[in-house]
Nanobody
Framework: QVNLVESGGGVVQAGNPLTLSCVDSGRTFDLDDWGWFRQAPEKEREFVAA????????SYADSVKGRFTISRDRAKNTMYLQMRSLKPDDTAVYYC?????????????????????WGQGTPVTVSS
């Protein structure tokens, strides 16, 4: 059973950092590859970053590349999204998601429809 709980969202001024966490209380961390997505008001959910189960391979949306870092702490069953140089355009509800399997088996790890489990989301608001 996968149970994902995000935390760390809030209101932050542009240019400041913020780190989001996603705890997998179901302890199925090694069974899954992982992703972060976000959804701004009146927009579709979009890919932010992805990480393989072993923490070795990562990928990022062009809009966050160089500013965001996805990582994981296996001992804590926790995935992180470190966000730096935040912009108002980064304002959204951020979701972590788990793909039950390995990214190499699917054509597109940035497609949210490929993911099996989702957290409830944590809101991030970046003020200018």
């Amino acid at each position: 059973q996968v149970n994902l709980v995000e935390s760390g969202g809030g209101v932050v001024q542009a240019g400041n950092p913020l780190t989001l966490s996603c705890v997998d209380s179901g302890r199925t961390f090694d069974l899954d590859d992982w992703g972060w997505f976000r959804q701004a008001p009146e927009k579709e959910r979009e890919f932010v970053a992805a990480l393989t189960w072993d923490g070795i391979r990562s990928s990022y949306a062009d809009s966050v590349k160089g500013r965001f870092t996805i990582s994981r702490d296996r001992a804590k069953n926790t995935m992180y999204l470190q966000m730096r140089s935040l912009k108002p355009d980064d304002t959204a509800v951020y979701y972590c998601a788990a793909f039950r399997g390995r990214f190499w088996s699917i054509p597109d790890s940035s497609d949210p429809t490929n993911y099996h489990y989702w957290g409830q989301g944590t809101p991030v608001t970046v003020s200018s």
